[in-house]
């Protein structure tokens, strides 16, 4: 067995906040008060919260100075003007439209561009983008190249989209028919998996030929570049910063989520090169979001976006995101749990269905291990399977499941140590040692859209 690497923190510590420790019978009163959905548990009874890294970053000495420098005016804030200048220069676009996060960015970039009927392609879609496509009445389609639903296939890039068939989609529908083109980096759903600059290239050259727009869905972009430097011929010797602005150059905008790669708690953005589209954006942004010099974000949190993307591009921080990552992987991968191998940028997804082969899909494994996990530990998971993605046939009511059935421990973004991960990594092989125990479920509750979030659940 090669030795663990444990990655060193590239920070020291200034401001801790205590985590909570709670009882296994306080757990379980919890789990059954919030119908067995850990959505639904108060965070001050989570002792290490995976649930996501979105917007639970900590904020640099940096980040919280700039927001002392927050300027509160309604229009043109100074902290609007530094943050449009640092995505032009990451991104290489001309508008820079910002939002109060990544959906508020895809709905009123669909909303501008994707009619009734209309079909959206990605790689592997996110929830969210799934859910803003299809309340339009559009058909979100996934698009990725078959490694991305195999955990054991070593490929490098397993976010990448499958370009033929992203050809003979958009023929078989009529380049009339797909508004845009989207790629997710890194493929969040798809196990966090990096798309290689080849990938990217080739997919821009077929949306080109059929002038079809194409836009990143680019909450990770720092991650996915950091792989294409690590893993790609070509690229060692280049910055995170120049490799970024090559993957942006190949596009005509992009959706951002600033929760994630750039390291703030809250705020987003679209940026993009065409003008029209760029003024309809505006006007809809206006309705729901605010004006365009601040789009629904307070002056300091424009100024945390703004420094946290320059923060996100450097490499010794990039080395340990990663590093932590692939850390908590090889614990597991020595514990003999089962996981989606390569390890991506920013989460470990294990695998419910191997780790729980006794629960079958329409009791939702992964539901079961996040409930598991929570009782047994007090760590807070998310389910990427079954609950969050079955599909309805429409006469039956029968759940098609995803091909993956997926618990993704994500890693907040300089947040826990190696020890805290190393908690999360015994508590995983002890609750495999003893899998038998944990029971399926099934949905007693659950809404129109998104259910995962408000679902109710009872063990059965
Ligand atoms: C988080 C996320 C979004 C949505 O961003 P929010 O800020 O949560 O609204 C979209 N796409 C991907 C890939 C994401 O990870």
Redesign the pocket.
Known sequence: MAEIKEPMEPYRIKVIEPIPSTTRKERDALLRQAGFNVFQIAADKITIDLL?D??TSAMSDNQWAGMMMGDESYAGARNFFHLEDTVKDIFGFSHVIPTH??????RILFEGMVKKGDHVPSNIH????RANVEVLGANAVDLAAPAAYDPDSPHPFKGDMDVDRLKKFIESKGAKKVPLVML??????GGGQPVSLKNIKEVSRICRQYEVPFFF?A??FAENAFFIKKREKGYAEKSVLEIAQEMFSYADGA?M????DALAN???FVTLDDDALSDKLKNLLIISEGFPTYGGLAGRDLEAVARGLREVLDEDYLEHRTGQVAFLGDLLAAGGVPFFKPTGGHAVYVLADRFLPHILRHKYPGWALTVALYREAGIRAVEIGGVMFAKKERKSGKEIYPELELVRLAIPRRVYTASHLRYVADALIELHANRDKVRGLRIVREPLFLRHFTARLEEI
């Not at 996060?101 to 895809?106: I, M, N, V, Y």
């Not at 996110?126 to 983008?129: K, N, Y």
């Not at 997710?184 to 759903?189: A, D, G, K, L, M």
């Open positions: 996501t979105s917007g996060q990544g959906r508020a960015a895809e996110f929830d969210t983008t997710t980096i890194t493929n969040n759903s869905d909450c990770r959706t989520s600033a929760k994630k809250i705020g987003g």
